[in-house]
């Protein structure tokens, strides 16, 4: 079983995620609870676990202080918040999972199969640094993504990403330097995630940077000429929005 603790400022909401662990999820051990920073501090350093749920916002700081006083333990993270969009938005960017509260069952379930699949491999924390350098800017303007590759996470600059192109449920990101990165999560997700002034959903299967368009052919609906001299084709229906942004770049 994986060693759970849960971090969770408000009483009401510790028990009933702790309730719901303990009858959907067998597969964790809840081994301890805490209500504040201090309390999540001591318990990480005196217990390891394995997985943390961790609120964001509590009394005595937020869930990012006890991460950097925490630096040196592995474990994997799951978020437990409300609706702080600017956090989210850099938990999203960090390649993070979060749970947005109140807790839905069946996205709880989704995010603790994850944890379960990864069990065998040491937790890799470098996203958890990249979230909180992220978290001490006061805008949303991230010049980099976290891509999570199988059992590693590759920090990129958005400014290289040539183009996305869906693959069934996962992603291929080609960039700049010829490297092909393909991630578990569907287009959509870095869709609604990439800078919407550069990047621009041109087909149901591509995503491209607007930054790296070097050529338009217009031979039958139109062509996308990416810097890395692949060829996109531009759908009916995106073709207007397409050329607005290329006008203006």
């Known amino acids: ?134 978290l001490k800017r006061a805008d949303e303007n991230f010049q980099k993504i976290t891509l999570p590759t199988g059992n590693a996470y590759e920090i990129v600059n958005i400014k290289d990403i040539v183009r996305c192109e869906a693959d069934g449920s996962y992603t291929t990101f080609y960039l700049s330097d010829k490297r092909k990165l393909m991630i578990s999560a569907g287009l959509k997700h870095y869709e609604e995630l990439l800078p919407e002034g550069e990047f621009i959903r041109v087909h149901h299967h591509h995503l491209i940077n607007m930054n790296h368009v070097v050529r338009f052919l217009k031979e039958d609906g139109g062509y996308a000429i990416m810097s890395d001299g692949s060829k996109i084709e531009i759908s009916r229906r995106k073709k207007e929005a397409f050329m607005e942004k290329l006008n203006k770049s």
């Open 1 to 134: 079983m994986i060693k759970t603790l849960i971090i969770e400022d408000e009483q009401k909401s510790l028990d009933m995620l702790a309730g719901i662990i303990q009858k959907s999820c067998p597969e964790l051990n809840i081994v301890g609870l805490a209500r504040n920073v201090k309390e999540g501090v001591e318990l990480v350093e005196t217990l390891h676990p394995e997985l943390v749920f961790l609120d964001i916002s509590m009394p005595d700081g937020s869930g990012f202080d006890l991460l950097e006083k925490v630096a040196g333990h592995k474990f994997e993270l799951i978020f437990a918040t409300a609706s702080d969009q600017h956090a989210i938005r850099a938990i999203k960017y960090s390649a993070c999972d979060y749970l947005l509260k109140p807790i839905d069952i069946e996205e709880l379930k989704i995010a603790v199969d994850k944890v379960v699949k990864k069990k065998s491999a040491i937790p890799n924390m470098e996203n958890l640094q990249f979230l909180i350098q992220h």
